[in-house]
């Protein structure tokens, strides 16, 4: 399995930082990652959908730790690629 595109949309928010969505072997697409600003830096959340008890739940999450941190690497790539078209360096929109 290989990533194959991944599309970043940056929002100007408190702790949400951007959606993402990505594209597996040109063929699966899976939309509504979000790279948020937790307490230890930026991480990727997973799809997620609202359950009727108020929690979260993911629709669609890697099975193993190699899988993650593949999504991972290729989303912050593309990520800082896109905040640095946008004029501002990574450690700056980290600050905000």
């Not at 040109?26 to 108020?54: C, E, N, Q, T, W």
């Not at 099975?63 to 290729?74: C, P, S, V």
Request: net charge negative; aromatic share 8%.
């Amino acid at each position: 399995m290989k990533i194959t595109e991944v599309k970043v949309f940056p929002v100007n928010e408190d702790r949400l930082k951007a959606y993402v969505t990505i594209t597996f072997d040109d063929a699966f697409v899976v939309r509504d990652l979000k790279i948020i600003k937790g307490h230890d830096g930026l991480f990727v959340a997973m799809p997620s959908k609202k359950r009727k008890d108020g929690q979260f739940k993911d629709i669609a999450h890697p099975l193993n730790q190699e899988t993650r941190e593949m999504i991972e690497q290729a989303i912050f790539a593309a990520y800082e690629d896109e905040v640095k078209s946008m004029g501002q360096s990574l450690s700056e929109l980290n600050r905000e």
